[in-house]
DNA sequence: TCTCACACCTTTGAAGTGG
DNA sequence: CCACTTCAAAGGTGTGAGA
């Protein structure tokens, strides 16, 4: 299925007049419809970036027989495959099977069954439930870049009516897409599978002009995460690498800009430690609020009233909160998840039967957290055949709420691969690679020596959110992670691909994901010219380097005290301050504190130091049956091109990390140097932009 | 429906302390 | 020097008033 081009559906300008000539626009209109929306630079030099529109609408029916179609095909073909898999130029010793496993699975699934909620806000909020996953089945020696983004789960506008999610129409135009990649990327798929890798610096907003690289998303709507393994030593090679693409269809979640559900609220402050001073045990508001609420009540049941409803929580829930409550941050995560993989390795070798749906539910409602974990686990454990089984001719349920008979526990991979050939051949998998974002001649433009254009239009977005990001960094990345996000035909694993998730993602009503926008913002993320990548703190401290500009405070810090902070340490914290001890003035302090106090977000280092990981490295394998699998049918021809040219794609050599003379040999190769050469001649007229505007 | 100031909280890491 | 404690800044959270 290829969607038809609809003249004028969506702006298409050249990002630099200059570089017009550069993009083969007619070629790529006569293929596909646009991927990009209109960018411009403003008076003042910034960059601005309409909504795009939408696509007509297919019909979702067609689109939904269409999808069981595909699906039910892919899956026939992958079942072939399976007795005859492909040969590759991948040897036997570099082979992956990578399976994923989401590790906070218990708190979405909570959340997921009363319609999860996320925040947005202009500033930025992070998700809560944490997107957490557990990898395994990685190659141990080669490197993998994990990333994520968030797209669109159907093309409607939600409203809370009734204490329900109902639509309430039409989406609104969508937004900018944006990929994060996981700050300790690219690593070797030992590290990755030594620990949990949590996203959960990513941010999400509503604030379309942002800068800082969140995920714009629109308030009321339906998204679902996606989590994507790049199997890339290096960023630059992340548009021709191998990649597949995860789905959890309990991750879905509405964006809104004040929570809807109290119940969604409650479970928030109940599970989340920023919120502890809205519990109910704390000495937050809310308390007080309770407080006022029992009077309230005592009163009323003094008079003879009655509430309809209790406290939502119980006494043994807020025990349960409190097993919770160091789950979720960073600081002590290595701790939690060592214990929560602890249980799971204990109960996941004894549990392999299919256990019935229910016991999702009922664990929501336990207190004791040992409970809890063995029914996750319990859940775990369900067959991922019958899960694709269910998938496949369970139709594609839509609803989205309390009642929400879904609870579909769909883990099956979504193989996404740049497979070329793919690309021109096999229309079924241009079917589904169409209904899944990835144009199918993506990869002509990744190949095509006059593609730059479109390039830059995805160097505009990495450029807007970075004061962070050094011009060529942002540009490398720009393309690249653009590239990736548009990149390759989805093709579908051996397990196939459960429609509903599909559905979800590529929306129902046909709407189908080539048109948005997928921009590889990353989020504050950064890339050294060398291709190592840093956490923005890093990345601007970098950029700075680099490019020997003057240092400004990073705009996302505040620059001095907020004036709603107490000044004065309260009396809990400086209890007992020993006369002892010398006082310590903050004008003493303050300058010895660096302009980040952001801790590096460190490559794992988790090879060879135990004591850094989540999970002893013995217990990598110990996923349960449900956790994803899928095969790699093909690597990408320009990926075993690439390979081949010397660049060593298994680099465990990580001390070498962007260092000058790993980055020389990764850029041996002399396309990419002369794409990156292009590109950074091109990028230099938006720094000095930026810069102009910088300094207004 | 959204924005913003706010109180309350955790996280973080430098400074301080004592053995 | 090292382990530990203290403490203040940074930043994450939901609330609630107002637009």
């Not at 570089?19 to 596909?32: G, K, N, V």
């Not at 994060?180 to 030992?190: N, Q, R, T, V």
């Not at 002590?332 to 256990?355: A, C, F, M, P, Y």
């Amino acid at each position: 299925m290829r969607d038809p081009l609809v003249p004028g559906d969506m702006a298409f300008q050249p990002f630099l007049t200059n570089t017009a000539s550069d993009f083969t626009l007619d070629a790529m209109l006569a293929r596909q419809p646009p991927f990009f929306p209109a960018i411009a630079l403003t008076s003042h030099g910034s960059l601005h970036l309409p909504v795009a529109q939408r696509h007509p609408m297919l019909d979702p029916v067609n689109a939904e027989t269409i999808l069981r179609k595909a699906s039910l095909e892919q899956h026939n073909a992958t079942q072939s495959a399976k007795l005859s898999p492909p040969k590759t130029l991948e040897t036997e010793a570099t082979e992956d099977d990578p399976k994923v496993h989401l590790e906070t699975r218990h708190l979405w699934t909570q959340f997921h069954k009363f319609g999860t909620e996320m925040v947005i806000t202009k500033s930025g909020r992070r998700m809560f439930p944490p997107f957490k996953a557990r990898c395994t089945g990685l190659n141990q020696r080669a490197k993998y870049i994990l990333l994520m983004d968030i797209v669109a789960a159907d093309d409607f506008r939600y409203k809370f009516h009734n204490s329900r999610w109902m639509v309430s129409g039409k989406a609104d135009p969508e937004m900018p897409k944006r990929m994060y990649i996981h700050p300790d990327s690219p690593a070797s798929g030992e590290q990755w599978m030594s620990k949990v890798v949590n996203f959960h610096k990513l941010k999400l907003t509503n604030n379309i002009s942002d800068k800082h690289g969140f995920t714009i998303l629109n308030s009321m709507h339906k998204y679902q995460p996606r989590f994507h393994v790049v199997r890339a030593n290096d960023i630059l090679k992340l548009p021709y690498s191998t990649f597949r693409t995860y789905v959890f269809s309990e991750t879905e979640f509405i964006a809104v800009t004040a929570y809807q559900n109290d119940k969604i609220t409650q479970m928030k402050i109940d599970n989340n430690p920023f919120a502890k001073g809205f519990r109910d045990t704390g000495n937050g508001r809310r308390e007080k609020k309770k407080q006022l609420g029992i009077n309230i009540q005592k009163f009323s049941e003094t008079s003879g009233d009655s509430l309809d409803e209790a406290p939502l929580k119980s006494a043994g829930n807020a025990k349960s909160i409190e097993g919770c409550q160091s789950d979720s941050e960073s600081g002590q995560e290595s701790k939690h998840w060592n214990n929560v993989g602890q249980d799971l390795r204990k109960i996941s070798t004894t549990t392999k039967e299919l256990k019935p749906e229910p016991n999702i539910t009922t664990f929501h409602d336990k207190a004791d957290r040992a409970s809890t974990d063995s029914l996750r686990t319990e859940t775990d454990s369900k067959d991922p055949k019958q899960d694709h089984i269910n998938a496949i001719t369970g139709g594609m349920t839509r609803c989205f709420g309390a009642e929400d008979p879904r609870a579909t526990e769909h883990f099956q991979p979504l193989t996404v691969e740049t497979d070329q050939s793919a690309h021109i051949t096999g229309l079924g998998r241009n079917k589904f690679s169409h209904c899944y974002s990835y144009p199918p001649d993506w990869t002509r433009y990744i190949l095509n020596p006059l593609g730059v254009t479109h390039r830059l239009l995805h160097n505009a977005q990495v450029n807007m959110q970075g004061e962070t990001l050094s011009s060529v960094a942002a540009t490398a990345m720009g393309h690249m992670l653009m590239a990736v996000s548009s990149d390759g035909v989805c093709t579908m694993g051996t397990a196939g691909i459960p429609v509903s998730s599909v559905q979800r993602v590529s929306g129902t009503s046909g709407l189908p994901l080539n048109f948005q926008q997928h921009a590889m913002a990353s989020q504050g993320l950064a890339v050294s010219p060398f291709g190592a990548i840093f956490p923005y703190p890093y990345s601007y401290l970098a950029a700075t380097a680099a490019l020997s500009t003057t240092a400004s405070t990073p705009v996302h810090r505040r620059p001095a005290t907020p004036v709603h902070r107490r000044p004065v340490t309260p009396a809990h914290r400086r209890p007992a301050t020993p006369a002892h001890r010398r006082p310590v003035t903050p004008v003493h302090r303050r300058p010895v504190r660096p302009p980040t106090r952001f801790r590096p977000y460190s490559i794992p280092n988790s090879v060879g130091l135990p004591d850094n990981c989540s999970t002893p490295p013995t217990s990598i394998h110990l996923m349960t049956d449900r956790d994803v699998n899928c095969h790699t049918i093909a690597n990408s021809p320009i990926d075993i091109g690439l390979q081949s040219n010397g660049a060593a794609e298994v680099d465990s050599d990580s001390s070498l990390q962007g260092s000058g003379a790993l980055a020389a040999k990764r850029l041996s190769n002399k396309d990419c140097m002369d794409q990156l050469q292009c590109i950074q001649q091109l990028v230099r007229g938006i720094d000095s932009y930026q810069d102009r505007d910088s300094y207004s």
